[in-house]
């Protein structure tokens, strides 16, 4: 169990300095590490609760994801857990970071 918790945390750590890198100059200052970790938390939550990890690949071999759509769900989440205010628009780049990132591994 110990062992399972520090490879999900290296995991995060790996998946927050990719989207660090990713993001443009401008919101690299915008978005705390806590804020990114906030954030894939909220990502994987919203996976699951969506039925986005049982969907079926297309004739392509590609699920379709509409990350303006997941964006806006995590600003909403965001607002709902008092967390804070954050513009979808933004989002969308932590969105599709966290998703190159998983086309990596």
Known sequence: MEEDFLEQAADDLKTIEFIKGYLPQDLKEKFTDDDLYYFIDVLA?????S?????EPGPDGCI?????????AVAERARKDKYGDFDPKDLIWVVQGELE???QE
């Open 45 to 49: 939550d919203y996976y699951v609760e």
């Open 51 to 55: 039925g986005l990890l049982e969907q």
């Open 64 to 72: 379709d994801i509409d990350t303006e759509v997941i964006a806006k």
């Open 101 to 103: 990132f998983g086309e």
